[in-house]
């Protein structure tokens, strides 16, 4: 039997799942590859993977995608690894660089700079622009470095009162039940087993891992983080039917 493709994030926020896939016997059934995020979302478009932890944002771009678990990375309040890191206070930016990297933290900062802080940016390639959207590791220590820096996970909560899923596990067509329920039980591991992988992680001067992966990230996708998924969509939807 041809084993199942799984893409997910290489940021240290996931961890704590390839830990859990690690430590099970799920390794025999499935490919895993560690993809940053706007290549893992390209793989499920393109067929190349079956499973990813999917930014929300290419959701719509997956058709007939179906979400398989109850865990995700979000965060409820501020997540330290997604800003918008500025020259100038927000409301006097005028152009933003996007991150290569990223599929819903670039559409979030779009939504944001229009619906919340009301600013009309125009978004350019140049390494000059006033601000820059920047996520996972590269962002850690950085907000006490620069002169402005936007959590986007705690904007969108004081914009909707809502906490935030960037990343879901979904897949691109059926998958056996009983796979599915392993599947899980493995990420499970993975989070219950968070405190064992911070004693093998090495020390991060720039940040506490242990806030970081134990609170700032919040693995549960609850009924609140798909209320706030829909909501994103709705205005992500909007974007595109201005910008196309
Ligand atoms: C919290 C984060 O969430 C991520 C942001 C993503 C995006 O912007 O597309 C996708 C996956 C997540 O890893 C982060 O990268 O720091």
């Given at each position: 039997m041809s084993r199942i493709r799984v893409s997910a994030v290489s940021y240290t926020n996931t961890k704590p799942f390839v830990y859990g896939l690690e430590h099970s016997g799920i390794m025999d059934e499935i490919d895993l590859t560690l993809d940053i995020p706007s290549d893992c979302a390209r793989k499920l478009i393109d067929n190349k993977a079956d499973i990813g932890l999917v930014p929300v944002a290419a959701l719509l771009n997956i058709p007939g995608y179906k979400i398989l678990s109850d865990f995700c990375i979000g965060a409820n309040g501020a997540v330290n690894s997604v800003f918008i890191f500025s020259t100038k206070p927000i409301g006097e930016v005028k152009t933003v660089r996007l991150d290569l990297q990223s599929r819903t933290s670039n559409a979030l900062a779009r939504i944001l700079l229009r619906e919340f802080w009301k600013v009309d940016v125009v978004f350019s390639d140049s390494p000059d622009t006033d601000a820059y959207v920047e996520i996972g590791d590269r962002t850690f220590g950085k907000a006490e470095k620069v002169p402005f820096a936007y959590d986007l996970a705690e904007a969108w909560k004081s914009f909707t009162g809502l906490p935030f899923a960037f990343a879901v596990w979904a897949s691109n067509r059926e998958l056996e039940p009983?796979?599915?329920t392993r599947f899980n039980e493995a990420l499970s591991y993975g989070l219950e087993h968070r405190p064992e992988l911070l004693k093998a992680l090495p020390p991060n001067p720039d940040i506490d891992l242990e806030d970081y992966l134990l609170h700032?990230?919040?693995y549960?996708?609850?009924a609140d983080k798909?209320?706030?998924?829909?909501l994103f969509l709705s205005y992500l939807k909007q974007i595109y039917a201005i910008s196309t």
């Amino acid at each position: 039997m041809s084993r199942i493709r799984v893409s997910a994030v290489s940021y240290t926020n996931t961890k704590p799942f390839v830990y859990g896939l690690e430590h099970s016997g799920i390794m025999d059934e499935i490919d895993l590859t560690l993809d940053i995020p706007s290549d893992c979302a390209r793989k499920l478009i393109d067929n190349k993977a079956d499973i990813g932890l999917v930014p929300v944002a290419a959701l719509l771009n997956i058709p007939g995608y179906k979400i398989l678990s109850d865990f995700c990375i979000g965060a409820n309040g501020a997540v330290n690894s997604v800003f918008i890191f500025s020259t100038k206070p927000i409301g006097e930016v005028k152009t933003v660089r996007l991150d290569l990297q990223s599929r819903t933290s670039n559409a979030l900062a779009r939504i944001l700079l229009r619906e919340f802080w009301k600013v009309d940016v125009v978004f350019s390639d140049s390494p000059d622009t006033d601000a820059y959207v920047e996520i996972g590791d590269r962002t850690f220590g950085k907000a006490e470095k620069v002169p402005f820096a936007y959590d986007l996970a705690e904007a969108w909560k004081s914009f909707t009162g809502l906490p935030f899923a960037f990343a879901v596990w979904a897949s691109n067509r059926e998958l056996e039940p009983s796979f599915i329920t392993r599947f899980n039980e493995a990420l499970s591991y993975g989070l219950e087993h968070r405190p064992e992988l911070l004693k093998a992680l090495p020390p991060n001067p720039d940040i506490d891992l242990e806030d970081y992966l134990l609170h700032k990230i919040d693995y549960a996708l609850t009924a609140d983080k798909k209320e706030a998924i829909d909501l994103f969509l709705s205005y992500l939807k909007q974007i595109y039917a201005i910008s196309t």
